[in-house]
């Protein structure tokens, strides 16, 4: 079974660009969450999509927004980058979405977005 | 508010010296207690679930047990390949909750 699969792995932005980044779910999962590592603050959640629709979302700016499609498929777009987005953006499928919990997180192994 | 901590931070080993990493937690309602393993430049591997207290899970050198405030993941006889970086997190209600995570180095 394929796992997530995130693209592109690597990315090089200049302060004020915008990027978007995609992830293809386990098949079979419909829940998509994304997450921003960093060292400094570790796994920091940033939104969960599940049927298309937003079912969670964490303390970021409005920059930072998502969007699932009818086949699972997710992107997230970041508007205006600051330096300090600089991060492992990871994508995350479950099997069931978090309202019903107890369902493991299955990770991608991120897109690496540096700001310039 | 909802509370992961992990210890050590980072810990070295001989090859075959087997240890613990502790996970400590605080949450109102857990849902679930997940451990993963992160090696540099990836995304995390789930390991393991835990659901209640006195719970156990094992896989090849590693068991993962679950009190009703912390969780320790036993490392037996470990292997170079086994250095990583081993986070676990917290589901409570909705959220998920990750802490730092150990870095482990077992050294041959």
């Known amino acids: 079974k394929a796992g997530v699969t995130q693209t592109p792995r690597y990315l090089i932005k200049t302060r004020g660009q915008q990027v978007t980044l995609s992830c293809s779910p386990i098949?079979?999962?419909?829940?998509v969450s994304w997450y921003q590592q960093t060292p400094g603050q570790g796994l920091q959640f940033l939104f969960e999509?599940?049927?298309?629709?937003?079912?969670n979302k964490g303390n970021f700016p409005g920059r930072f927004s998502g969007r699932q499609f009818s086949n699972s498929r997710s992107e997230m777009n970041v508007s205006t980058l600051e330096l300090g987005d600089s991060a492992l953006y990871l994508c995350?499928?479950?099997?069931?979405?978090?309202?019903?919990?107890?369902?493991?997180?299955?990770f991608g192994n991120g897109t690496r977005l540096t700001v310039t | 508010e909802d509370q992961v901590t992990q210890s050590p931070e980072a810990l070295r080993l001989q090859e075959g010296e087997s240890s613990s990493l502790n996970c400590s937690y605080t949450v109102s309602g857990l849902r679930g207690l997940f451990w993963y393993r992160q090696d540099p430049g990836k995304g995390p591997e789930f390991l393991f679930t835990?659901?209640?207290a006195g719970e156990e899970k094992e896989k090849e050198r590693l068991k993962a047990t679950l009190t009703k405030k912390e969780s320790f993941l036993h490392i037996t006889a470990p292997k170079p390949e086994d250095s990583a970086t081993y986070l676990c997190?917290?589901?409570?209600?909705?959220?998920?909750?990750f802490g730092p995570g150990t870095r482990l180095s077992v050294l041959p």
């Open positions: 999509y599940f049927s298309e629709t937003q079912r």
């Open positions: 835990l659901y209640s």
């Open positions: 995350a499928s479950s099997y069931l979405d978090t309202l019903r919990g107890g369902s493991p997180l299955h």
């Open positions: 997190a917290v589901q409570d209600g909705q959220n998920f909750v």
């Open positions: 098949s079979g999962h419909r829940s």
